[in-house]
Each structure stands twice: as structure tokens, then as C-alpha cells.
């Protein structure tokens, strides 16, 4: 059983340029979500997609923005990047958080974005 | 504003002995807290979860104790081992909604 996948491992961009970035989840999981772990810092929350939708946000400005296709699979984009979106993007797959599950996650290896 | 804090960004433990690492949150709505697990080069690894209903829940070596009342949970592991070394995270929610996380504590054990 194949758990959470992240393509691609490594990127490097420049200031200015956009990015995306792809996840499939753990098999039988339907919702996505997404971190951004800044160095010495803990994943932060992006947003999380189910049923193709949006369903929570963290506090990132409307340049990231993402989608789910009908397999659950996710991309996280990222427009005009700037400097400070180097990080490591986290994906990280569940059932619907509050539905009666036991809201565990289980994250990616991540995507290392570099913007130069 | 750093709703989950982990204050010691490093921890040293012989192997044997027990390892306690602890992390405080500041919103009394939380209600589901877990730990994870991380090593190098890979994404985080679920450890263990306990609900604000109950104040212990164990795991093999892994206990982690809730007092709500103080707002802080600890995870204990014992006996600690060698590939325990990583660095930790603890996590909240709040009926359903988004993840907080701390910032991670390493744990190094010492053969």
C-alpha cells in the first residue's frame, strides 16, 4: 500500500516565477492538505481539499492556491514566489477532519522548494 | 502567534533512560493533540494522539499525558533507544479545524 506521495523532491526557481507542486494521498484517504515547513520552524497550515474544494485555510496570501482532482490526488501553486517561500511543502493525506475519524494525518516526504 | 510552543529545541538522553518531551498551547478550544516523529529528509511520522477527553494514552514505549488544565501535554519513551533519535513534534486542533504545530524538539540517544 503505497502511503503519501510528492512530486517533484527538489526545485529551484526564481523570484517572480511559478511553481506547482503535486501529491497523491494514502490509499482509501479523500482529503488533502498542505504544509509549509520554514527551517527550524514546524509545519505550518496551508489549506486542506476535500471533495474537490477548499474547505479550511491557514494564513497564506491568495498567491498559493491548489485543487483536487476526482482520484483525491492535489496540486499546491504558487504564484510571483518571493524569497521567503523556500521551504520544505508538506502534503499530508486524512479522512475529513471532525467527521467522526481519528483526524490522523499522514504526511509526504515533501517537496524542497528553493527561490533564488 | 504561536498557539503550540515546544520550548527545548534539543534534548540528550542515555539509551535505557526515559525521555520526557514536553509542549504547551495557549487555546483552550484544542481538543485533539498529537505527536509526531521526524527524520531527516522524510515528512513526519505519526506517533501518537490523545483526545482532551482523557489525560494519558500509551503506546508501546510511548505514553503522552494531557493536563488541560495547565495546557501542556508531555510524551514520555521508555526505554529510549538509539532510533528515537529525531526531531519531535507536538500538534493541536480545535473541533475538526486546522493543525497547529510546535517547532520541534531533537532528541539525540546516546548508545
Known amino acids: 500500500d503505497a502511503g503519501v506521495t510528492q512530486s517533484p523532491t527538489h526545485l529551484i526557481k526564481t523570484r517572480g516565477q511559478q511553481v506547482t507542486l503535486r501529491c497523491s494521498p494514502k490509499s482509501g484517504h479523500d482529503t488533502v492538505s498542505w504544509y509549509q515547513q520554514a527551517l527550524g520552524q514546524g509545519p505550518q497550515f496551508i489549506f486542506q481539499y476535500y471533495e474537490e474544494e477548499e474547505r479550511q485555510r491557514g494564513n497564506f496570501p491568495d498567491r498559493f492556491s491548489g485543487h483536487q482532482f476526482p482520484n483525491y490526488s492535489s496540486e499546491l501553486n504558487v504564484n510571483a514566489l518571493l524569497l521567503g517561500d523556500s521551504a520544505l511543502y508538506l502534503c499530508?493525506?486524512?479522512?475529513?477532519w471532525g467527521q467522526g475519524s481519528t483526524d490522523t494525518q499522514y504526511f509526504g516526504p515533501g517537496t524542497r522548494l528553493t527561490v533564488l | 502567534d504561536q498557539q503550540v510552543k515546544q520550548n527545548s529545541p534539543s534534548l540528550s538522553v542515555q539509551e535505557g533512560r526515559i525521555s520526557i518531551l514536553n509542549c504547551d498551547y495557549t487555546n483552550s478550544m484544542f481538543d485533539y493533540f498529537l505527536w509526531y516523529k521526524k527524520y531527516p529528509a522524510e515528512g513526519p511520522t505519526f506517533l501518537i494522539s490523545?483526545?482532551?477527553?482523557?489525560d494519558k494514552n500509551e503506546d508501546g514505549r510511548f505514553t503522552v499525558f494531557l493536563n488541560k488544565s495547565a495546557k501542556h501535554l508531555s510524551l514520555h519513551i521508555v526505554p529510549s533507544q538509539p532510533g528515537d533519535s529525531a526531531v519531535y513534534f507536538c500538534?493541536?486542533?480545535?473541533?475538526?479545524?486546522?493543525?497547529?504545530f510546535g517547532t520541534g524538539t531533537s532528541l539525540t540517544v546516546i548508545p
Open positions: 499530508a493525506s486524512s479522512l475529513l
Open positions: 490523545i483526545s482532551s477527553i482523557k
Open positions: 500538534a493541536a486542533s480545535a473541533l475538526g479545524n486546522q493543525f497547529y
